[in-house]
């Protein structure tokens, strides 16, 4: 059954929705993986295929392709703003700590300086800043791409292994409202792909 | 006729960039660059020089346990330490270790977002090295404290005395300032490594080897929406990690300059600081990267180009260094205070002033003469020599600073200070964990970062036309 259609959610009325594991015997498929020798080329190949109207895939690489996120109109990552409010929210808890350590909580007289002697807590403010902007940094890159997240199921393909190494790759995932199993394979086989092979879930 | 002197049409002739010289020498491809740097790791084969490095590292680490365990056992007593010079050794070396981990974060950030293309074949192993010279140097004013176990009491948490810490004082910034660094270099080189695992990963034919690196990756793969929030994030951490670069060492020479001892009271102090550790950081990078490149034959990606722009920046800081020096006698001098210009002439000819002499010379004299000439920033011999002379130039800079305490106001208060056996062993046995955590790096982590000196190839090869890593991060 994974050679014919396999619907996205919401369709094929009548059916067992086959989408969600009902049998786990029964492969299901994942998408179908193009594989291309130059970066440029897979760049081209996701332009074509978000020109098709596709709108579930991707783009893999063993270094970044800007072209590719560009093609697949993501041309701003969020990144700058979780990382900006993170820097933010350290360097107002830092300045914050200080402020009340050392005028309430355990309040001292140093060389006859006000409680509040804000000069002094600018270089501790600063490192919290920069600690919280590079943690916030690190495990939001984690978390807003999903991972860490061992088991995917383009590690099953055998070809995969070389996207960290010398190929480039587009999947088109089986969501995608459009995809037909021998309709996207034709499609993509005219862009002249080194190999297209169906990736199973 | 003037016309047919001109040269034929350029403009087709002449790259977008102008690139200077290849950074990666011979034919490369993205297969050969990661076996060649992969491989490395994958194979576990070594050779003679690693195991030399590695058994030197492990021997000295042995002086530094049983030192450790001595002092804990007896006490600081063991130092030389006392009134007047009551940080002695333990400072020196503090200090001289986080100058050296700062060349790490200087290149992969500061020479990062100055698109310096070279920095890629030599900011994994220096990030490496600012990581364990970081750990190096907070083994010391925990050693010092007498009672390392209490070492949380530095930081701020709710206790039941109701003390907080007292956030005046630059060494609670210091301490800060350090964390902060250690932590945030930790983050930016895993996560410069974490594609380069993903390719071990996926290069790797042992079990063992697939599953380790596998789960190091985090699962990466690649993917082009992941890479561009991946390159926002390594652009932000290096913007920031510019200032936090230049901030520490200011912050430690704070330590000295909030004080009130002649020559410390220097507001010359943060930049004088700052250009020493990049100096000293720069030294242990070519002095350590010179046999290592020889050991494993990297020579393509760690060309005598790259030594003879590391030797220029050597020679710029060097001369900033020096302007330090002359501006501190300049200033006592100028300055026509009694006990400026007194604590200069003890520092210079008082019973130290051997040491402010060796410091001159291996820091000033020697390295600023031979470092102009082309021929020895690119040989290897000649180079080593000189960084290892700055590496105690640099350490011998921290001990004059340190010893001034022995001369300061009144004669009354006079010292004198000698460091004791377990001072050396314990300074000795610093280095032996530095060795030690460096070579089980090379054994285990790939030096030269695959993903960016792929992306570093030229076009034809494969590669991304001399991209680096944060230039497609919009």
Known sequence: ?201 | MATAELPPARSTELPLEPEMHPLVRNKHDLVSVGDAIGEVVLKGEHPRGWWIGFLAGFAMLQILAIAVCWLFYVGVGIWGINVPVAWGFAIVNFVWWIGIGHAGTLISAILLLLHQKWRTSINRFSEAMTIFAVMCAGLFPLLHMGRPWFFYWLYPFPNVAGVWPQFRSPLTWDVFAVTTYFTVSLVFWYLGLVPDLAALRDQARKRWQQIAYGLLALGWRGSAIHWRRYEKVYLILGGISTPLVLSVHTVVSFDFAVSIVPLWHATIFPPFFVSGAIYSGFAMVVAIALPVRKWYKLEDFFSDHHMDIMGKVMLATGFLVTYGYFSEAWMAWYGHTLYEWGTTMERMFGPYGWSYWCLIGFNCVFPLTFLWSKKIRTSPFWMELICISVLIGMWFERYVIVITLAREYVPAGWGTYAPTFWDYATMIGSLGLFLFLFFLFLRYLPMISITEMRELLPKKQGGGGGHSIMENAP
């Not at chain 1, 094929?12 to 029964?26: F, L, Q, R």
């Not at chain 1, 383009?154 to 790759?169: G, I, P, V």
């Not at chain 1, 005219?190 to 297209?196: I, K, M, R, S, T």
Request: hydrophobic letters at 40%; a negative charge.
């Open chain 1, 1 to 201: 059954m994974s050679t014919t259609v396999t619907p996205g959610p919401g369709h094929a009325p009548g059916h067992a929705p086959d989408h969600g594991h009902a049998d786990p015997t029964v492969p299901v498929t994942h998408g179908l993986l193009a594989m291309f020798e130059t970066g440029d080329q897979m760049a081209h190949a996701i332009e074509k295929a978000v020109a098709a109207g596709y709108t579930h895939l991707d783009g893999f690489s063993p270094y970044p392709v800007g072209e590719a996120a560009d093609a697949l109109k993501f041309p701003k990552s969020e990144m700058g703003p979780v990382m900006f409010i993170g820097g933010l929210t350290g360097a107002c808890s830092g300045f914050i700590m200080q402020y009340w350590a050392n005028t309430w909580g355990y309040s001292l007289n140093i060389g006859g300086r006000p409680y509040f002697s804000w000069p002094s807590f600018v270089p501790i403010t600063f490192e919290m800043m920069v600690l919280t902007t590079a943690l916030t940094g690190f495990f939001g890159l984690m978390a807003i791409c999903g991972l860490p997240r061992y088991n995917h199921p383009l590690f099953n393909s055998k070809n995969f292994e070389r996207a960290t190494r010398d190929r480039f790759f587009v999947c088109i995932e089986a969501t995608d409202p459009k995809f037909n199993l021998a309709e996207t394979r034709t499609f993509l086989n005219d862009l002249h792909p080194v190999a297209v092979e169906e990736v199973m879930e």
